[in-house]
Antibody, heavy 119, light 109 residues
């Protein structure tokens, strides 16, 4: 059974850093194309970043240069290192497994972890 | 940036058919996907590649795409179908990843 469990969220001051983790089971993270998707309070879904199985990474313009996505094969875990955090980054962050079938879409999601950026 | 447009809300009575639309300029060439998000929960894929249902999704959920519009249809909507629904698709930029529509709140009462 595919499962994704996020952790690492919390309250952080503007300008601070946080690292989110997403522990996977039922499949191998490094053999899949993994993403982070976020949802600000009361708002819609926003794709944040992708790491392809080959290691290539891409980011939404809103986080480029501040966030870094990575994986650890030994722990079967996906990460999101978030630096220079802003109030606008406040959101629930979901990790999601992706499928490429012409389009890249998300077939499994974790339950999410809340990041609050506030002084 | 590419936009997918959904109505903010749709309301039906139990047993009626609910239709949620999603419009986008690239939809004539790109698949549409639909996610259901119940309050406080993670999104769940209910339709992929326009009209395919993942395992475990009830048959009352169906999808279609024509021209610049994709439609999620819930035939005989149930109270438990009340949720936010998001369409998802890509633009013509060549990027694999796409964008989500703004979401539609489906009320069944």
């Amino acid at each position: 059974e595919v499962q994704l469990v996020e952790s690492g969220g919390g309250l952080v001051q503007p300008g601070g850093s946080l690292r989110l983790s997403c522990a996977a089971s039922g499949f191998t993270v490094t053999n899949n194309h993994m993403s982070w998707v976020r949802q600000a309070p009361g708002k819609g879904l926003e794709w944040v970043s992708i790491i392809y199985s080959g290691g290539f990474t891409y980011y939404a313009d809103s986080v480029k240069g501040r966030f870094t996505i990575s994986t650890d094969n030994s722990k079967n875990t996906l990460y999101l290192q978030m630096n220079s955090l802003r109030a606008a980054d406040t959101a629930v962050y979901y990790c999601a497994r992706g499928v490429i079938s012409g389009t890249y879409y998300f077939d499994y999601w974790g339950q999410g972890t809340l990041v609050t950026v506030s002084s | 940036s590419y936009d997918l447009t959904q109505p903010p809300s749709v309301s039906v009575s139990p047993g009626q058919t609910a239709r949620i639309t999603c419009s986008g300029d690239a939809l004539p060439e790109k698949y549409a996907y639909w996610y259901q998000q119940k309050s406080g929960q993670a999104p769940v894929l209910v339709i992929y590649e326009d009209n395919k249902r993942p395992s475990g999704i009830p048959e009352r959920f169906s999808g279609s795409r024509s021209g610049t519009m994709a439609t999620l249809t819930i035939s005989g909507a149930q109270v438990e179908d009340e949720a936010d629904y998001y369409c998802y698709s890509t633009d013509s930029s060549g990027n694999h990843w796409g964008v989500f529509g703004g979401g539609t709140k489906l009320t069944v009462l």
